[in-house]
């Protein structure tokens, strides 16, 4: 379905506008989310434009090396203008710097995958990780979206909000069901919020993705304000039942160390 700019009627586009633009960072948007890259129609599907409008837009992106067409795939994808235009946001963030080397030393710690990820327009996005060394890993893609009820980061963020803006969030995103685990009653949530607040740490049983578990803590800055959370990430077969309290602390003193190496502080939170 094509978006519409802040709700108005077509054609009655708010000051500031521009509906092309718009239109062509949707493309953009979807490239960005499949590794492999995208067909022209599934990709003007995906967007909500004519297949026509869409490769004019396309073609526009790729003169300016933002998109690629791979005449061996017929596919399009992510262009390095998009990732050089992308690295220009890095630096300004002091975040993923103080919280590298700390998702190192967790990673070496427990084995497994580290994720960092922020709250975005309701969504947990995925900042940066650090990769397991075993053979059989799971992984986050900086980059990549989860919704916050269905993900350890998630919890670990929706824990920390006031009770308006978590229910602002289901009211906008709702609970959808991705696995049989999933949480999808707005009473069984709160329940497992104020277990985060409770343990300072969030659990994700299989919730996102069927085989995998992730254990999750918030970061704060120096307001006490959640700005990120920090993870392990790893298929159950590792992850065990017995295993979560070890690496829930394990991430809750590693989610203090980044919050303490921005300068920041929660006095409200378990941990």
């Excluded at 526009?60 to 946001?89: H, K, P, Y």
């Excluded at 986050?140 to 989860?146: D, I, L």
């Amino acid at each position: 379905m094509a978006r519409k700019p802040n709700g108005r009627a077509d054609g009655q586009a708010s000051a500031g506008y521009v509906k092309s633009l718009d239109k062509a960072l949707a493309l953009l948007e979807q490239i960005g989310e499949i590794d492999d890259g995208l067909a022209l129609s599934d990709l003007a599907q995906r967007a909500g434009l004519p297949p026509s409008t869409a490769h004019r837009l396309l073609t526009t992106l790729e003169r300016r090396r933002f998109v690629q067409f791979d005449n061996a795939t017929r596919r399009w994808c992510i262009g390095v203008q998009a990732f050089t235009v992308g690295s220009a946001f890095l630096p300004r963030r002091d975040l993923i710097r103080s919280a590298l080397p700390f998702m190192r030393q967790l990673m070496e710690e427990s084995g497994e995958t580290t994720n960092l990820a922020v709250e975005s327009n309701g969504e947990a996005v995925f900042l940066a990780h650090v990769e397991s060394h075993e053979m059989m890993r799971a992984s986050s893609r900086p980059g990549s979206r989860v919704p916050l009820h269905g993900s350890g980061v998630g919890k670990a963020l929706l824990s920390t909000m006031p009770e308006r803006d978590i229910s602002r969030i289901l009211h906008k995103h709702g609970l959808r069901r991705l696995t049989p685990n999933t949480i999808v009653s707005p009473a069984e949530l709160r329940v497992a919020l104020a277990e985060v607040r409770e343990n300072g740490y969030g659990f994700d049983n299989e919730e996102h993705s069927f085989g995998v578990r992730c254990v999750a803590a918030p970061i704060f800055d120096e307001r006490g304000e959640a700005v990120a959370a920090i993870s392990v990430l790893g298929p159950t077969a590792r992850i065990s039942d017995e295993r979560i309290a070890d690496l829930g602390g394990r991430v809750r003193r590693a989610a203090r160390l980044v919050t303490a190496e921005l300068g920041g502080h929660s006095a409200s939170f378990a941990g």
